[in-house]
């Protein structure tokens, strides 16, 4: 099965980043959990993701990065 990697975008800079990487079933429930309820407290998972997180941008200022989904990696 395939891992996911969790992607964001900086709303300041435009940078996208990763933030962890889950299973794909994983990745499903946290996904489904987002929609639903805006927050993966009840996802059984070692850490917890969420919509919103902060952006250390290079040029030192501190952007808002959205959730942008999972990507797929390997197989």
């Known amino acids: 099965m395939a891992d996911c990697k969790a992607i964001y975008k900086c709303r300041l800079c435009g940078e996208i980043f ?8 994983l990745a499903q429930a946290i996904n ?3 929609v639903v309820t805006g927050n993966t407290q009840r996802v ?10 902060m952006h250390y941008c ?13 990507k797929k990696v390997g197989e």
């Open 18 to 25: 990763e933030d962890g990487t889950v299973g794909e079933e």
């Open 58 to 70: 290079k040029d030192g200022s501190f952007g808002f990065a959205d959730f942008q989904g999972f």
């Open 32 to 34: 489904m959990a987002l």
């Open 44 to 53: 059984k998972c070692a850490r917890n993701l969420y919509k919103h997180t």
